[in-house]
């Protein structure tokens, strides 16, 4: 299994600005998930990106990958009262982990 | 598009019921798995399948069981419910090993 970490736990920015949220993991992998959740609801595939790419974009999402590191940031660019969210990484082979995830609040 | 569906959104049972959570996908999914949810510890993986009859055990399984006897049905059994099994359960689907999973809404269930 692979653990994904999320940085910082919680997040408050204003609308229109950009949000940075990053995520750590332990051992090897193929790719690296991106996932949202909306209060009290199921997650929401976001990005995936595998662990030859070093980076990707998705509207105004971008996630970059750094295998040394292991680790991986996901931004998303002029934010939205919508993105209030929790955002989790994730990766694995069957067995995925999932962290305790960012809580982004994006005020109007 | 593609679903999973969680039969119930929310639940309330309780202590000493047995509690079955049922969840459907239409996509052919080979792989199924079930979640919990609580504040402050992240979603932890409870069971999975990788194919009819087939189950693993995830990190927290104790208390569970799992039946699989469709490939497009994963059902979660708590055996008998008990008071901190409160909690938001979800349940996902992926095609291949390292896939995007695709999740259900999620039952909250309460066990009074």
């Known amino acids: 299994s692979q653990q994904g970490e999320e940085d910082p736990q919680a997040l408050s920015i204003q609308e229109g600005e950009n949000a940075t949220m990053n995520c750590s993991y332990k051992?090897?992998?193929?790719?690296l998930q991106w996932y949202r959740q909306n209060s009290g609801r199921g997650l929401v595939h976001l990005i995936l990106?595998?662990?030859?790419?070093r980076e990707k974009h998705s509207g105004r999402l971008r996630v970059t990958l750094d295998t040394s590191k292991k680790s991986s940031s996901l931004l998303i660019t002029a934010s939205r009262a919508a993105d209030t969210a929790s955002y989790f990484c994730?990766?694995?082979?069957?067995?995925?982990?999932f962290g305790t995830g960012t809580r982004l609040k994006v005020l109007a | 598009d593609v679903k999973v569906t969680q039969s119930s959104r929310y639940l309330v049972k309780r202590t000493g019921e047995k509690v079955f959570l049922e969840c459907v996908q239409d996509?052919?999914?080979?792989?199924m798995f079930w979640y919990r949810q609580d504040p402050g510890l992240g979603l932890r993986l409870i069971y999975f399948?990788?194919?009819?009859?087939?189950?693993e055990k995830g990190d927290i399984p104790e208390g569970y069981s799992v039946s699989r006897e469709k490939k497009e049905r994963f059902s979660l059994i708590l055996e008998s419910a008990s008071t901190n099994q409160t909690s938001m359960y979800l349940c996902?689907?992926?095609?291949?090993?390292?896939?995007?999973?695709?999740f259900g809404a999620g039952t909250r269930l309460s066990v009074l």
């Open positions: 399948s990788y194919d009819v009859k087939m189950k």
């Open positions: 051992t090897s992998i193929n790719n």
């Open positions: 990106i595998r662990s030859n790419e």
């Open positions: 996509m052919d999914h080979e792989n």
């Open positions: 996902a689907s992926t095609l291949g090993q390292t896939g995007r999973q695709y």
């Open positions: 994730t990766s694995g082979t069957y067995k995925y982990i």
